[in-house]
């Protein structure tokens, strides 16, 4: 699918809330408006949806619905939460701008509402995120453009998907900030993932714990790894200096049971004389 661009510079610039020149807002029958069905949110808000009413109910709607013209109905654009509220209060009609908006400006539209006014967990958001940019062909800058952040914020909110499933259901529950998983990003291995967000879940463990404790874990893995290396270097000069004492390429390969030692020979007359010459110095080395 194409790259669209030129979509504005957050919700208003794609959805108008005042009608435009030459429209009329409408009174649509609630029963003929369906949900859009990219909705980012996972669940409905029952509770919210009932403050809204209550809030409908004294001042009225501040905010018409946009919908598309969809089949014999209309699908949501934006709106949701009024047209649930409209349902609950058992309005049979809604104020309504009717738009031809296409699927590119819909979905995009929807997604940064969503993203904009309402309280979407970190996960939520950041597959609304990935599905602009995978559906649509937009870039993170574009993205950032469209919902009113910076690029690095949109990129960090994005990488949370990279944590493995365990984790994200965590964040998704609500159990796991996104400011607690994001140092766990540094990990590499995801059972150790796993086993800090869990902890931190347990323990009620603040950012700074978090962030100090794999701090503590990089430090220790990276102090590992020089000690590894430095071993490394040590058994490769020991192997370097057989070769030279032997006159032989000698080397070293990791077996599933140690190690495998490897000395080279041109012949066969050659494995014999070494091996006469290796057992006349070990039985002179008993004997003294």
Request: hydrophobic share 45%.
């Amino acid at each position: 699918m194409a790259k669209t661009r030129g979509l504005g510079k957050g919700l208003d610039a794609l959805i108008p809330v005042a009608p435009l020149a030459g429209e009329e807002l409408q009174e649509i029958s609630t029963a003929l408006i369906r949900p859009n069905a990219r909705q980012a949110r996972a669940a409905v808000d029952e509770e919210g949806i009932v403050e809204l009413a209550v809030s409908i109910n004294e001042h009225g709607l501040l905010q018409p619905v946009v919908v598309r013209p969809q089949g014999d109905g209309y699908e949501l654009v934006a709106g949701e939460r009024r047209w649930r509220a409209f349902q609950l209060l058992g309005r049979d009609t809604i104020p309504a701008l009717v738009r031809d908006y296409d699927d590119v400006k819909a979905a995009c539209a929807l997604l940064v509402e969503n993203i904009q006014r309402e309280n979407l967990n970190p996960l939520e958001e950041a597959t609304a995120y990935q599905r602009l940019i995978k559906e649509f062909g937009l870039t993170q800058e574009e993205v950032a453009r469209l919902v009113g952040k910076s690029r690095a914020a949109v990129a960090n909110t994005l990488r949370l998907l990279t944590l493995p499933p365990a984790v994200l259901k965590l964040i998704s529950e609500g159990e796991l900030s996104a400011g607690h998983a994001r140092p766990l990003m540094k990990i590499t291995a995801p059972e150790i993932q796993e086993a800090f967000a869990r902890k931190t879940v347990a323990k009620g463990l603040s950012v700074r714990e978090v962030e100090a404790a794999v701090e503590l874990l990089e430090t220790d893995a990276a102090s590992t790894d020089r000690e590894a290396a430095a071993a490394d270097e040590k058994l490769a000069g020991a192997i370097k200096e057989l070769s030279g004492a032997l006159e032989k390429k000698v080397t070293l390969h990791p077996s599933r049971r140690g190690w495998r030692l490897a000395i080279y020979f041109h012949g066969r007359e050659e494995i014999i004389a070494f091996a006469a010459l290796f057992l006349k110095r070990g039985k002179v080395s008993r004997e003294t």
